[in-house]
Structures are given as structure tokens and as C-alpha cells.
């Protein structure tokens, strides 16, 4: 694209009467900006109207963030998707849901609490540290909240929630009785996920996988039949080493299967079995199961009935079954453990391997595997119905529904939902003091605090008695997350607007979480309502820096959203979102592309006035004056426009819909039309009155078609200019509640763009030689000479007088063009040429 300023220019040469416009001459994007946000919160546009029946619905199932207290540009990204939509649907007709929440039990706030007041949550009272979360919490969400207004975003912020409230947890807490009610949710004692360092189980969701160097050490066993040697990473794990095992196809090993060997330094008898997941390859081809080293051995285990050894405590260290290694961490231990095992000679050789670790997603501290009581949800048995679901809802695009079937079909364990922290969801649930058995708060309890109030009312089941120990732990916070689609709908008390609202209409959230928010959002909908809860899922790619890593403030390439709507304004922030990349993949933040939004929106601006000071005195009430050839060009080409651009919204193709609008603006209507139908608008003679009358008519049509085609990217400034362009229609609200255009098919003419694109052609090529001759664009030509090919002479003979007013020439001469070669057909790039004498 040019970035030259004809309309600039045009502006500055016509702008008499321009005191008579509000619009200030030059596009100054923060006051404008502020000043349309706040019309449009009070106006109440955006606002969801639950007693309008006569619109269809669309529900927008926004994922809520966690409190963070930053809205960075990935988040920047993510809600330009949902608004882009959300805008498009209700200039469509659409009563358009589009709520605002909050996900706020985080474990960082709780790590954040405990920094910024220097207290140790286990010190103080729950309830006074769930206030100092609170109190924080609050604090950042009212920054998010700022910075999600100045992007533009038309969020109804009369629905806006958090989930730390007692109303929304109470909700979580609902489901979860529910649930248990089912037989969907159970307490057991199972190995799951441990991150030492929050001291909390995880799921398999929140667990990452990297490479990380180590060192295999060859261990050596004795046997009665001499010493078998073991391949080993995790030597710390020896004192928790229940069995060794072999492939049963590896004859070396076959005359010690179903002996016992002992194990080094702790002196205890193990079984030596087969089993086919042992690879032979690996090491020596002997492995050690330990309890629980990693998810295999929690296989074996349970496949042989084999002792468990609970070798480490919350915090990661050894406890007293290690014996003399008790109250060592990890790597305390195993430094010990292999001078020990030197000492005794038990290492007969080690190299360094690569092996892939498990971290927490949270505080990356490698993951361990731990055997304590957990609530559980019974996720495994429902992998076939999730992913029957997933294959009948929409995925845009259509790579990220793989995503959600293969992480669904790698699961290997239930959903471990209840987790050792304190700002949380408290779980439902107290115990009876006598026998342990469970007893599950009532629905009309909620909601309910079992880790600091009693049971209102009740005695167990099993045995009578009266007392009960409340449940401890908290949710998952993707428990309190993962019903938003009920929740916004309505759930339980609005039955009506459930049937509306539900499923969700659009589920749009980031690649990097369709593993957890999309899989969960399926599997606790599924559970509750046996329905999919969304229809569609749009999914967004990650923002990466200039520099093609992902954008992180460690890297130098971070950019602050707020930073960027300061220096362009948020039309031109959304136009990069917009138009960055393809929906689905990876974007590049580049400053030049903010930059080039930022342009194009000072010549729409610039454009605008010209525009919007030629047609002051046009009536529409008139009958549609007869149209020349350019005006049927242009007026051909927007209707195209038109089709293209729904399409790509229909579609989700955010960048076709702003590349195709922002090309038409700067190129058609810009570059061309308006510096050809400047001898016409400002005509003195009255003779010349349906000639203007006609590109005024069509600059009125194609000014309003183009804003409302922009409306959904560029809010603020389609807004402004809309309008000025209708300052004398009576009740205009908004150009977001008024209609999205619908492509008239009569002012479709194929021969007109055709026959008009040679105007074109031949008005840019003059404008190219008096520029390449630094004349002036009033500059007159004595005489242009045009060859050309008989079609296009034909054309041009019909439209002389109109090419000799545009370029200020005296004298058009029209010849056929030399052939390049006898017999040969001019090449297509050649079928014009021209000359001019000046
Ligand atoms: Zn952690
Ligand atoms: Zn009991």
C-alpha cells in the first residue's frame, strides 16, 4: 500500500465551510477515543436485553481471566477476537450476551498475599487471609478493567462476576453436590500430580513437559545368582524401590525372573518380575519400580500389588520410611544416596542422558508423584463421550478439535479437583468424626465454609453420631471455571434464558488452554446437562515479539497494551490484532503494523472531511441520479466489498475482512475516485448539477457502507464519523446498533469494473508521468497519447472528455497499440501505453 496524502492535500485545497463541521481537521485518537467509551457506557448499548424476544441470541461464552493484575498483549488479542464477533453480531441482528468474569482463586495470589504483608498464610486465620486476597484480587481486576475499557471492548459489564463471591461459588459448590449426587465425583487415595513447592496436588493439565539434562547411573543389586545391574536417573528414589523388572522377551535376564534381590543401602527383599513395558534397550534393560517414581510405576504397582512406600511428604522431602535420608529434600537426598552407594561400591558406571521432566505450570519446580486422599472426578470413563461432542461442535480452525481429541485420549488419570491451599473454593463436605464417613452439605446450605462452620443440621448415615471435621481442602479452580457456560446462562434459577443462552453461541479462547478450558468446560457441562456447551470454538494464537519468540518480559521483546494505546489508539491496536496473521496461528507484534493502522485511520479521517463537506447540500430524498462510469465502478466494487467482507466474518477471518475494507478505502474510494470526481463535486456550472448530484449520491452510499464495514475493528472512529455523516437523521444511537450492510446485487456490473479499471489505470498512469516530470497534478498536457488494444480504444473513446477534465489534458489521441511482435497478441501488461506532450 501508498502511504501518500491526496486527500490531504484535496482537504487543504477545498475545505470552505469546514467551520460548519464538528469533526476537529485533524484525527486525534485519545480524546476521541475516551470520549466514545464513555457515550457508549452511558448509553448502554452494548448491554444484553434479556426482555427482547424479537432478536435471536448470541452467547458468548468469554473464558474469565485470572486477576493477574496485567493485561498483556496476548489478553489484548484474545478479547479483540471475542469483540470483533460480538459487534459483528449485533449490527446482524443480534441479542448479543457478551459478560465479563473474573477467575480469582488463584495459587499466586496466595504466593502474592504472602510477600506483599510478610505473613505466612498457615499463621493466620483463613477468613483474614482470604481477605487480604480479596483485597488484592479486587485491586487487580480494577486495573484489567481499565485497560479492557480503552481497548474498545463492548463487554456488558451489567454482567460482569467474580468467582471468589459467595453467589458464584455457590454455584461451584452446587455442581459439585450434584455431581456427587451422580456418582461422578469420588475421595480416594491415589497417586496424583504433586508440586512440592505449592504444596498442593495438580492435574495432568498443569503439568509441563521439558527436556532436562541428568546422569543414568549403573546400580548394582545383589541376587543369588550374582548382581544384576540397574539403570537409573532418580537414585534418591532407592529407598522406595519395591520390585525390579525386566522384559520377558530378554533371555539375559530370564533365570532370575521370580528370584529376589536386595536392595542397596536400605536391605530389603524385593521380587524380580516380567513385564512387557520394560525396554530392553534402555540401560541394562533391568528397571527399578519405585513408589512412585514416575506414572509407570504407579501402573505396576497397581497391576502387582506391590508395597507402597511413601517416600516424600508434602514439601518434597524424605520422610521417616527413608530412614536415615528422613527430612532431606530431593536433591539433598540424592547427592547422600550416590555417595553412599559409591562408598559401598555399588555404582559400576554413569553417563549424562536427556530425559523429559514433569514441572509444575505454575512455579516450573519439577513434578512428583504422590499418594494422598483427593477428591476426583471421574473424567477417564468419560473420554469416548467427550469425544463423540467434541466432533460435533465447530473448531476454528479446524487443526485445534485434533488438539482437544488427543489430549482427552492421553489422559491417564481422573481429575484430581481438590487441592491443599486456602483461597479457594471450600469443598462441600464434612466427615463424621466416629467412623469417617462422608457427609455432603446440603443444596439449600450453600453457600458453605465446612472449614470453619458446622453442619447446620444432621447425623451420619453410618453410625449417628453428631460429629463431623469439615473438609480442609479447596476446588480446582478450574472447578469454578469450568461451568461459566451454565452460569452466564443462567444456571439454575433462570430456566427460560437457559434454554436461550445455552449452549454457548461462540467458546473463544487461546491454543495454549484448549487442554484445560475447552476439555474441562466439556467434561463439567457434559456431566451436568449431557450437552455440549458450546456450539463454536475460535481459537486465537499466541503474540509473539518483534523478534519471533514469545512475547515475555525476560526476552526484552514485552510490549504493554497500554503503551500502545497511548501512542496510536486502541482502532489502530485492534486493526493489528486484526489483521496481524490468520486466525488460529501465532501474531507478531510489529510497531509498524500499529503504525500503518494508525495511518490508515488519518486518511479515512482526512478522506471523511472532503467527503463529508461535498455532500453537505445533497438531498437523499431525491430519486437516484443517473450514474457515470466511475461511479458504477466504485459502486460495483463496494458491493463486492460487502459480500467479501461478511464472508470473512461469517468465517472468522478477521485479517481478509480488514485487509479487504482497508484496501477499498485507501485504494478505490481514496486514490482513485476521489481525485477523479473532484472536477465534478465542485462544479460551478448548473448544467453539471446530475453529474454531481451522482458522485455525491455515491460517495454517500460508499462512505456509509465502508464505516459499518469497519464498525467491528474500529470502533471509536466509525462511531465519530458515523455521526457526523447522519447529524440530520433523527434518533441515530450508534453505528454498533444499527444495521450490518447487505450487498445490493443490481449495482454488481462486471463490465463497469472492467471498462472503469481502464479509467483508472489510465488516470494513475498520467498522475505517475507528471509526478516522474515533478509537474503539478494541474499541470495541463497539451497532448496524451494512448495506445491501445481495440476493446480498450473503445472504452476510452466514450470517456475522453471525462479523462480530459480529471488530468487537465487538451488533446486525447487514441491509437492501436504496436504489436511487440507480428502475429502476436500484446502482453497483458503492455495493452497500454502512454505519452504525453507537455
Ligand atoms: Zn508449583
Ligand atoms: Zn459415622
Given at each position: 500500500?501508498?502511504?501518500?496524502?491526496?486527500?490531504?492535500?484535496?482537504?487543504?485545497?477545498?475545505?470552505?465551510?469546514?467551520?460548519?463541521?464538528?469533526?476537529?481537521?485533524?484525527?486525534?485518537?485519545?480524546?476521541?477515543?475516551?470520549?466514545?467509551?464513555?457515550?457508549?457506557?452511558?448509553?448502554?448499548?452494548?448491554?444484553?436485553?434479556?426482555?427482547?424476544?424479537?432478536?435471536?441470541?448470541?452467547s458468548?461464552d468469554?473464558p474469565?481471566?485470572?486477576?493477574?493484575?496485567?493485561?498483556?498483549?496476548?489478553?489484548?488479542?484474545?478479547?479483540?477476537?471475542?469483540?470483533?464477533?460480538?459487534?459483528?453480531?449485533?449490527?446482524?441482528?443480534?441479542?448479543?450476551?457478551?459478560?465479563?468474569?473474573?477467575?480469582?482463586?488463584?495459587?499466586?495470589?496466595?504466593?502474592?498475599?504472602?510477600?506483599?504483608?510478610?505473613?505466612?498464610?498457615?499463621?493466620?486465620?483463613?477468613?483474614?487471609?482470604?481477605?487480604?486476597?480479596?483485597?488484592?484480587?479486587?485491586?487487580?481486576?480494577?486495573?484489567?478493567?481499565?485497560?479492557?475499557?480503552?481497548?474498545?471492548?463492548?463487554?456488558?459489564?451489567?454482567?460482569?462476576?467474580?468467582?471468589?463471591?459467595?453467589?458464584?461459588?455457590?454455584?461451584?459448590?452446587?455442581s459439585?453436590?450434584q455431581l456427587?449426587?451422580r456418582?461422578l465425583?469420588?475421595?480416594?487415595?491415589?497417586?496424583?500430580?504433586?508440586?512440592?513447592?505449592?504444596?498442593?496436588?495438580?492435574?495432568?493439565a498443569?503439568?509441563?513437559?521439558?527436556?532436562?539434562?541428568?546422569?543414568?547411573?549403573?546400580?548394582?543389586?545383589?541376587?543369588?545368582?550374582?548382581?544384576?545391574?540397574?539403570?537409573?536417573?532418580?537414585?534418591?528414589?532407592?529407598?522406595?524401590?519395591?520390585?525390579?523388572?525386566?522384559?520377558?522377551?530378554?533371555?539375559?535376564?530370564?533365570?532370575?525372573?521370580?528370584?529376589?534381590?536386595?536392595?542397596?543401602?536400605?536391605?530389603?527383599?524385593?521380587?524380580?518380575?516380567?513385564?512387557?513395558?520394560?525396554?530392553?534397550?534402555?540401560?541394562?534393560?533391568?528397571?527399578?519400580?519405585?513408589?512412585?517414581?514416575?506414572?509407570?510405576?504407579?501402573?505396576?504397582?497397581?497391576?502387582?500389588?506391590?508395597?507402597?512406600?511413601?517416600?516424600?511428604?508434602?514439601?518434597?522431602?524424605?520422610?521417616?520410611?527413608?530412614?536415615?535420608?528422613?527430612?532431606?529434600?530431593?536433591?539433598?537426598?540424592?547427592?547422600?544416596?550416590?555417595?553412599?552407594?559409591?562408598?559401598?561400591?555399588?555404582?559400576?558406571?554413569?553417563?549424562?542422558?536427556?530425559?523429559?521432566?514433569?514441572?509444575?505450570?505454575?512455579?516450573?519446580?519439577?513434578?512428583?508423584?504422590?499418594?494422598?486422599?483427593?477428591?476426583?472426578m471421574k473424567t477417564k470413563d468419560m473420554t469416548n463421550e467427550i469425544v463423540e461432542w467434541t466432533n460435533k461442535v465447530t473448531w476454528v480452525p479446524d487443526f485445534s478439535k485434533n488438539r482437544m481429541v488427543d489430549w482427552a485420549k492421553s489422559l491417564?488419570?481422573d481429575w484430581?479437583?481438590?487441592?491443599?491451599?486456602?483461597?479457594?473454593?471450600?469443598?462441600?463436605?464434612?466427615?463424621?468424626?466416629?467412623?469417617?464417613?462422608?457427609?455432603?452439605?446440603?443444596?439449600?446450605?450453600?453457600?458453605?465454609?465446612?472449614?470453619?462452620?458446622?453442619?447446620?443440621?444432621?447425623?451420619?448415615?453410618?453410625?449417628?453420631?453428631?460429629?463431623?471435621?469439615?473438609?480442609?481442602?479447596?476446588?480446582?479452580?478450574w472447578?469454578?471455571s469450568s461451568i461459566t457456560c451454565a452460569v452466564h446462562a443462567?444456571w439454575?434459577?433462570?430456566?427460560?434464558?437457559f434454554q436461550?443462552l445455552f449452549p454457548a453461541d461462540l467458546q473463544p479462547n487461546?491454543?495454549?488452554i484448549i487442554r484445560t478450558w475447552d476439555y474441562y468446560l466439556m467434561a463439567r457441562h457434559l456431566a451436568l446437562f449431557g450437552k455440549a456447551p458450546y456450539k463454536t470454538v475460535l481459537v486465537?494464537?499466541?503474540?509473539?515479539?518483534?523478534?519471533?519468540?514469545?512475547?515475555?518480559?525476560?526476552?526484552?521483546?514485552?510490549?504493554?497494551?497500554?503503551?500502545?494505546?497511548?501512542?496510536?489508539?486502541?482502532?489502530?491496536?485492534?486493526?493489528?490484532?486484526?489483521?496481524?496473521?490468520?486466525?488460529?496461528?501465532?501474531?507478531?507484534?510489529?510497531?509498524?503494523?500499529?503504525?500503518?493502522?494508525?495511518?490508515?485511520?488519518?486518511?479515512?479521517?482526512?478522506?471523511?472531511?472532503?467527503?463529508?463537506?461535498?455532500?453537505?447540500?445533497?438531498?437523499?430524498?431525491?430519486?437516484?441520479?443517473?450514474?457515470?462510469?466511475?461511479?458504477?465502478?466504485?459502486?460495483?466494487?463496494?458491493?463486492?466489498?460487502?459480500?467479501?467482507?461478511?464472508?470473512?466474518?461469517?468465517?472468522?477471518?478477521?485479517?481478509?475482512?480488514?485487509?479487504?475494507?482497508?484496501?477499498?478505502?485507501?485504494?478505490?474510494?481514496?486514490?482513485?475516485?476521489?481525485?477523479?470526481?473532484?472536477?465534478?463535486?465542485?462544479?460551478?456550472?448548473?448544467?453539471?448539477?446530475?453529474?454531481?448530484?451522482?458522485?455525491?449520491?455515491?460517495?454517500?452510499?460508499?462512505?456509509?457502507?465502508?464505516?459499518?464495514?469497519?464498525?467491528?475493528?474500529?470502533?471509536?472512529?466509525?462511531?465519530?464519523?458515523?455521526?457526523?455523516?447522519?447529524?440530520?437523521?433523527?434518533?441515530?444511537?450508534?453505528?454498533?446498533?444499527?444495521?450490518?450492510?447487505?450487498?445490493?446485487?443490481?449495482?454488481?456490473?462486471?463490465?463497469?469494473?472492467?471498462?472503469?479499471?481502464?479509467?483508472?489505470?489510465?488516470?494513475?498512469?498520467?498522475?505517475?508521468?507528471?509526478?516522474?516530470?515533478?509537474?503539478?497534478?494541474?499541470?495541463?498536457?497539451?497532448?496524451?497519447?494512448?495506445?491501445?488494444?481495440?476493446?480498450?480504444?473503445?472504452?476510452?473513446?466514450?470517456?475522453?472528455?471525462?479523462?480530459?477534465?480529471?488530468?487537465?489534458?487538451?488533446?486525447?489521441?487514441?491509437?492501436?497499440?504496436?504489436?511487440?511482435?507480428?502475429?502476436?497478441?500484446?502482453?497483458?501488461?503492455?495493452?497500454?501505453?502512454?505519452?504525453?506532450?507537455?
Amino acid at each position: 500500500m501508498k502511504t501518500d496524502t491526496s486527500a490531504t492535500k484535496l482537504d487543504t485545497e477545498r475545505n470552505a465551510g469546514h467551520d460548519e463541521m464538528r469533526l476537529p481537521p485533524r484525527y486525534e485518537q485519545s480524546t476521541l477515543e475516551a470520549s466514545w467509551q464513555k457515550n457508549w457506557e452511558q448509553t448502554g448499548i452494548y448491554n444484553y436485553d434479556a426482555s427482547d424476544r424479537s432478536r435471536p441470541t448470541y452467547s458468548i461464552d468469554t473464558p474469565p481471566p485470572y486477576p493477574s493484575g496485567e493485561f498483556h498483549m496476548g489478553n489484548a488479542l484474545n478479547w479483540c477476537y471475542f469483540d470483533f464477533v460480538a459487534r459483528y453480531k449485533r449490527m446482524r441482528g443480534y441479542n448479543v450476551h457478551f459478560p465479563q468474569g473474573w477467575d480469582c482463586h488463584g495459587l499466586p495470589t496466595e504466593v502474592r498475599a504472602e510477600r506483599t504483608f510478610n505473613i505466612k498464610k498457615r499463621d493466620i486465620s483463613v477468613d483474614r487471609f482470604r481477605e487480604i486476597c480479596v483485597k488484592l484480587t479486587t485491586e487487580y481486576i480494577e486495573k484489567m478493567k481499565t485497560a479492557m475499557q480503552s481497548m474498545g471492548y463492548s463487554i456488558d459489564w451489567n454482567l460482569e462476576y467474580r468467582t471468589m463471591d459467595p453467589d458464584y461459588y455457590k454455584l461451584t459448590q452446587l455442581s459439585f453436590l450434584q455431581l456427587l449426587k451422580r456418582g461422578l465425583l469420588y475421595r480416594g487415595e491415589h497417586p496424583v500430580n504433586w508440586c512440592p513447592r505449592c504444596e498442593t496436588a495438580i492435574a495432568e493439565a498443569e503439568v509441563e513437559y521439558a527436556e532436562s539434562k541428568g546422569t543414568l547411573l549403573d546400580i548394582r543389586f545383589s541376587t543369588q545368582k550374582g548382581d544384576l545391574v540397574v539403570a537409573t536417573s532418580r537414585p534418591e528414589f532407592i529407598p522406595a524401590c519395591v520390585a525390579l523388572a525386566v522384559n520377558p522377551t530378554d533371555t539375559r535376564y530370564a533365570g532370575y525372573v521370580g528370584e529376589e534381590a536386595l536392595v542397596p543401602l536400605v536391605d530389603r527383599r524385593i521380587p524380580i518380575l516380567k513385564d512387557e513395558l520394560v525396554d530392553a534397550s534402555f540401560g541394562s534393560g533391568v528397571v527399578m519400580i519405585c513408589t512412585f517414581g514416575d506414572k509407570t510405576d504407579v501402573r505396576w504397582q497397581h497391576k502387582y500389588v506391590l508395597p507402597v512406600v511413601k517416600l516424600l511428604d508434602a514439601q518434597g522431602r524424605l520422610t521417616q520410611e527413608a530412614g536415615k535420608y528422613a527430612g532431606l529434600t530431593i536433591q539433598e537426598a540424592r547427592k547422600v544416596i550416590v555417595e553412599d552407594l559409591k562408598n559401598a561400591s555399588k555404582i559400576s558406571g554413569s553417563k549424562p542422558i536427556e530425559r523429559e521432566i514433569g514441572t509444575c505450570w505454575r512455579c516450573h519446580t519439577p513434578v512428583e508423584i504422590l499418594s494422598t486422599p483427593q477428591w476426583f472426578m471421574k473424567t477417564k470413563d468419560m473420554t469416548n463421550e467427550i469425544v463423540e461432542w467434541t466432533n460435533k461442535v465447530t473448531w476454528v480452525p479446524d487443526f485445534s478439535k485434533n488438539r482437544m481429541v488427543d489430549w482427552a485420549k492421553s489422559l491417564d488419570w481422573d481429575w484430581v479437583i481438590s487441592r491443599q491451599r486456602l483461597f479457594g473454593t471450600p469443598i462441600p463436605v464434612w466427615y463424621c468424626r466416629k467412623c469417617a464417613q462422608i457427609f455432603a452439605g446440603k443444596e439449600e446450605w450453600l453457600p458453605v465454609d465446612p472449614r470453619a462452620q458446622k453442619p447446620p443440621a444432621g447425623s451420619c448415615q453410618h453410625c449417628g453420631s453428631t460429629e463431623f471435621v469439615g473438609d480442609q481442602d479447596v476446588m480446582d479452580t478450574w472447578m469454578d471455571s469450568s461451568i461459566t457456560c451454565a452460569v452466564h446462562a443462567g444456571w439454575p434459577e433462570k430456566v427460560d434464558e437457559f434454554q436461550r443462552l445455552f449452549p454457548a453461541d461462540l467458546q473463544p479462547n487461546g491454543l495454549d488452554i484448549i487442554r484445560t478450558w475447552d476439555y474441562y468446560l466439556m467434561a463439567r457441562h457434559l456431566a451436568l446437562f449431557g450437552k455440549a456447551p458450546y456450539k463454536t470454538v475460535l481459537v486465537n494464537g499466541m503474540v509473539r515479539g518483534a523478534d519471533g519468540r514469545m512475547m515475555h518480559k525476560s526476552y526484552g521483546n514485552y510490549v504493554e497494551v497500554t503503551e500502545a494505546i497511548m501512542k496510536y489508539g486502541a482502532d489502530s491496536v485492534r486493526q493489528w490484532a486484526a489483521a496481524g496473521g490468520s486466525t488460529g496461528y501465532d501474531i507478531p507484534y510489529r510497531w509498524e503494523d500499529v503504525e500503518y493502522g494508525r495511518k490508515f485511520l488519518t486518511k479515512l479521517w482526512n478522506a471523511a472531511r472532503l467527503i463529508l463537506s461535498s455532500i453537505r447540500d445533497y438531498d437523499s430524498t431525491l430519486p437516484a441520479p443517473k450514474l457515470d462510469l466511475l461511479d458504477r465502478w466504485l459502486l460495483s466494487k463496494l458491493n463486492n466489498l460487502i459480500k467479501t467482507t461478511t464472508a470473512a466474518f461469517e468465517n472468522f477471518q478477521f485479517s481478509v475482512a480488514t485487509e479487504s475494507t482497508r484496501n477499498f478505502i485507501w485504494h478505490d474510494l481514496c486514490d482513485q475516485y476521489l481525485e477523479a470526481v473532484k472536477y465534478r463535486l465542485y462544479a460551478e456550472h448548473s448544467q453539471e448539477g446530475e453529474n454531481r448530484r451522482a458522485a455525491q449520491y455515491t460517495l454517500f452510499q460508499t462512505f456509509e457502507v465502508v464505516l459499518r464495514l469497519l464498525a467491528p475493528i474500529c470502533p471509536h472512529v466509525t462511531d465519530a464519523l458515523y455521526h457526523e455523516l447522519c447529524h440530520d437523521r433523527p434518533n441515530v444511537r450508534s453505528i454498533h446498533s444499527d444495521a450490518w450492510p447487505l450487498p445490493n446485487d443490481g449495482l454488481i456490473d462486471a463490465e463497469s469494473e472492467r471498462n472503469g479499471s481502464i479509467i483508472v489505470r489510465i488516470l494513475s498512469d498520467v498522475r505517475r508521468l507528471k509526478s516522474e516530470k515533478r509537474l503539478s497534478m494541474k499541470a495541463p498536457i497539451k497532448r496524451l497519447t494512448v495506445e491501445s488494444t481495440e476493446e480498450v480504444m473503445c472504452v476510452l473513446r466514450e470517456h475522453v472528455n471525462a479523462i480530459c477534465q480529471i488530468a487537465v489534458v487538451e488533446q486525447v489521441e487514441i491509437v492501436p497499440i504496436k504489436r511487440p511482435m507480428d502475429g502476436l497478441p500484446p502482453q497483458k501488461d503492455n495493452d497500454i501505453r502512454l505519452s504525453a506532450q507537455f
